[in-house]
């Protein structure tokens, strides 16, 4: 699948998750797209939730179609990005999973962790979640309560 829409990938990571962001984010430009990386800009320890938060403010922002978060599970960056209303962020450690989130929860930002993957699986599940569109239908409904609770 080739979702032709997607263009602009907005990228973050803690220290735990700054080397596997950098070789997504170079395989991720060798395909043409373009990548903004908010950081961390070192592998020196950093609080993850500011790159959290920087990623889903250009998501929502309309700066970037989808983001991608790399902490060293995936699994803080989560947390931290399912605050933001408006964000739907799926931690993914198979491509499986990093495509059906996609597919069927139209989620907009991909969790994943260095520590847990590797490189070439990390750049395939980041393709996935790149090139899979949403497929609506039945899927939208489930979308639109999970959307719901933002307004809560």
Do not use: W
């Not at 699948?1 to 990938?9: D, G, S, V």
């Not at 080397?19 to 797209?33: D, F, N, V």
């Amino acid at each position: 699948m080739n979702n032709n829409a997607i263009k602009t990938i907005v990228m973050g990571s803690d220290h735990a998750g700054y080397h596997l962001k950098l070789k997504i984010k170079a395989h991720l430009e060798s395909r043409g797209l373009e990548v903004l990386d908010v950081g961390t800009d070192t592998p020196e320890s950093c609080n993850y939730t500011i790159f959290a938060h920087a990623v889903c403010e250009a998501v929502t922002g309309g700066k970037a179609d989808l983001g991608i978060l790399v902490c060293g599970t995936g699994l803080g960056m989560s947390m931290a990005a399912n605050k933001h209303p408006g964000i739907r962020a799926a931690c993914c450690e198979n491509t499986f999973s990093a495509r059906m989130t996609r597919m069927h929860n139209d989620a907009n930002v991909l969790c994943l962790g260095e520590r847990v993957l590797g490189f070439g699986l990390a750049c395939d599940m980041a393709d996935l979640f790149i090139d899979t569109p949403f497929e609506g239908g039945r899927h939208q409904a489930r979308v639109d309560d999970i959307n719901a609770l933002d307004q809560r």
